[in-house]
């Protein structure tokens, strides 16, 4: 993993929310460059840079909890400088009354590619 939060049972309440950020860079002009983003089981996003992509990247999701086990996420990727390369409305069902781990991985497809990962945070709201 480039970076991984373990959050403990019951953080987020039964209609808390999330605000993930993540960012970092992709070097090397081989091959593709894959980076996921994890909720626990559910993988949230995973985008795919193509050969010779020397690069930014950044993911901004929202995780909202509507009831216990059931999750609605919004999630951008961007790629490059001001390049939107995604955004997705989707449905989760994590069950957050116990540890769940939020996780960003990359994998290579070649030893002389590089995925780095240079911001990280986890926020956490309450809601009434």
């Known amino acids: 993993a480039l970076a991984s939060?373990?959050?403990?049972a019951n953080t987020m309440g039964a209609t808390g929310s999330l605000h993930i950020i993540a960012a970092g860079t992709t070097t090397g002009?081989?091959?593709?460059?894959?980076?996921?983003?994890?909720?626990?089981?559910?993988?949230?996003?995973?985008?795919?840079?193509?050969s010779g992509a020397s690069t930014?990247?950044?993911?901004?999701?929202?995780?909202?909890?509507?009831?216990?086990?059931?999750?609605?996420?919004i999630v951008r990727f961007f790629e490059g400088t001001a390049t939107l390369e995604g955004v997705d409305?989707?449905?989760?069902?994590i069950d957050t009354t116990a540890s769940v781990t939020i996780r960003v991985?990359?994998?290579?497809?070649?030893?002389?590619?590089?995925?780095?990962?240079?911001?990280f945070s986890v926020f956490l709201f309450h809601t009434a």
């Open 5 to 8: 939060y373990f959050m403990p």
């Open 29 to 50: 002009a081989t091959d593709t460059k894959t980076i996921r983003l994890d909720f626990g089981a559910t993988t949230l996003a995973t985008v795919a840079l193509a």
């Open 56 to 73: 930014d990247w950044a993911f901004d999701a929202w995780i909202s909890n509507t009831a216990t086990g059931a999750q609605r996420v």
């Open 89 to 93: 409305y989707i449905t989760a069902a």
């Open 105 to 119: 991985s990359g994998q290579l497809g070649g030893a002389s590619d590089t995925i780095t990962q240079t911001m």
